[in-house]
């Protein structure tokens, strides 16, 4: 089985949030069932060339209606597998992963297109096509248009994975018009949705799959649907949800580098060691009975650091330190600053993007708050259990998938509350320090959740499947 594998980000190379961990660890895991899979992304400037050995492996011509533009395939071995790399003037127009919508499609679109034709120049015929997200539908849709009249794509079946709905390539069309990707026509999606990439790839892939089967029944409605949930729902016998897994050698207490002492299950006690160094760090008190709270995210409306914040507010005669470490919306920085200097004796807020003090908050804290208000999986419920901080989360997608309410069940592996509201989580995060307080049982919490496989085993078996499943079908066609 030959997989083509398109994304915009993948760890360790390029990553902003989950989706640069599942596109970074999944094609590994692939290949440990013997696929033959090839993950392409773009090569950014922010990816430091001297880091990595680079072999140019390939140059090629992107058509689009009226020229061509030049694309450069490099290979690269991470961990021992490999990645490709393509870069080319709209790539380099700018520095990092992202910037601004319009620039971003084009960027995006030429990617998508020159890695098909990479593909073709190299004579490697994919069974699948696998895109992800928005940045890579245009290449589902050229595929979708352009397999019946080419033979080399005759047999190519593809997968679209939604990440993250609402972000589906708004303000793209001119970029998709430049290269020739024009709307389509197609009655179960809006008129403003016919034009926009992420869309458009639902309408013509064989197969769409999301992140967590939670999430991939919440986008059939229109509480989660955006606009989208008609053609999904109509599509429903095509949309299955996959859990991500969690690269656990990467996230494992035992062998992180970045913890100052190594821990396991059967003994928690080293976690202290994180906990002091960190609250030392940031000056805050090193009491042990005062449970620390976290949030690790993206400030973004989705993961509801308003809700947190508005919830510890409510909680200020209870115990509690706060930790977030996030960046992303400046209003939302600035309302995490603010709370910080309401509460300096109890809170920080660390506004950057720190991987090193990140797996110090995992490994150190009691509880991480995650009171997301949709979430297509979500990572850092997974990261907690494995280090021991027992997760608050919303139920809602993925947060309901992989957590287990205590309150509701003894054998249960974090607090799940819903609705999604602040008087609704600031009851739950009471109950979860009252919960705190008996020892034996948070024990208890802590090591269920260390005791869950979170591998990427189960979850590129069930990739696995469905791909088998999409090609067999595309065969007969
Ligand atoms: P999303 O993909 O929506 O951002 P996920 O929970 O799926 O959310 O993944 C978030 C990933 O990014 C986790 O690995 C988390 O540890 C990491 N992360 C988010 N914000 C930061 C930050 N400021 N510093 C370090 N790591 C972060």
């Not at 109890?346 to 009691?366: F, K, T, V």
């Amino acid at each position: 089985m030959k997989i083509l594998f398109l994304a915009a980000e993948s760890a360790p190379l390029a990553k902003v949030g989950g989706l640069g961990d599942v596109a970074g660890d999944l094609p590994r895991a692939l290949q440990n069932f013997g696929i033959d899979v090839r993950p392409f992304i773009p090569f950014y400037r922010s990816i430091n060339r001297s880091d990595i050995e680079l072999d140019l492996v390939d140059d090629i011509f992107v058509d689009y209606p009226l020229g061509s533009e030049k694309a450069l395939i490099y290979r690269t071995l991470i961990n021992g597998s490999k990645t490709y790399l393509i870069d080319g003037e709209p790539i380099g127009a700018v520095n990092g992963i992202y910037s601004d919508p319009q620039v971003d499609a084009h960027r995006f679109t030429f990617f998508s297109l020159a890695a098909l034709q990479a593909a073709k120049s190299m004579g490697w015929k994919p069974d699948i096509l696998h895109a992800h997200d928005w940045h890579t539908s245009s290449a589902v849709v050229w595929l979708n248009r352009n397999r019946d009249s080419d033979p080399f794509w005759k047999n190519t079946a593809s997968l679209l994975t939604v990440h993250n709905l609402p972000y589906m390539g708004a303000g793209g069309e001119d970029a998709l018009d430049y290269y020739g990707i024009e709307a389509v026509d197609d009655e179960r999606l809006p008129g403003w949705a016919r034009h926009m990439a992420l869309p458009m790839g639902l309408a013509t892939a064989d197969w769409i799959n999301t992140v967590s089967p939670g999430y991939a029944q919440e986008i059939q409605t229109p509480e989660f649907g955006h606009g989208l949930e008609v053609l999904i729902t109509d599509r429903k016998d095509y949309v299955r949800g996959i859990l991500n897994g969690l690269d656990i050698r990467r996230w494992d207490p035992t062998t992180d580098k970045a913890l100052p002492k190594h821990f396991k299950r059967d003994d928690l006690n080293p976690r202290q060691e994180a906990r002091f160094a960190m609250l030392e760090a940031l000056g805050l008190d090193t009491n042990p009975k005062v449970p620390l709270l976290a949030m690790i995210t993206r400030l973004d409306h989705q993961k509801g650091v308003d809700l947190a914040i508005q919830s510890l507010v409510n909680l200020t005669k209870e115990d509690w330190q706060f930790i977030l470490l996030g960046t992303g919306d400046p209003n939302l920085e600035a309302m995490a600053k603010g709370f910080e200097s309401d509460y300096p004796d109890r809170a920080r807020s660390i506004i950057r993007y720190d991987d090193h003090l990140a797996r110090n908050i995992y490994a150190g804290a009691d509880m991480m708050l995650i009171p997301s208000r949709y979430e297509p999986c979500g990572l850092t419920q997974m990261i907690s259990m494995r280090y021991g901080c027992v997760p608050v989360v919303a139920a809602t997608g993925g947060l309901k998938d992989t957590v287990t309410d205590y309150v509701s069940n003894p054998q249960g592996t974090g607090f799940v509350f819903s609705p999604i509201n602040s008087d609704e989580l600031t009851q739950t995060i009471r109950n979860a320090l009252t919960m705190y307080r008996d020892k034996r049982r948070w024990r208890g919490l802590q090591r269920r959740g260390m005791n869950i496989d979170f591998s990427w085993q189960q979850s590129a078996r069930k990739y696995t499947e469905l791909y088998q499943q999409a090609h067999s079908e595309r065969s007969q066609k």
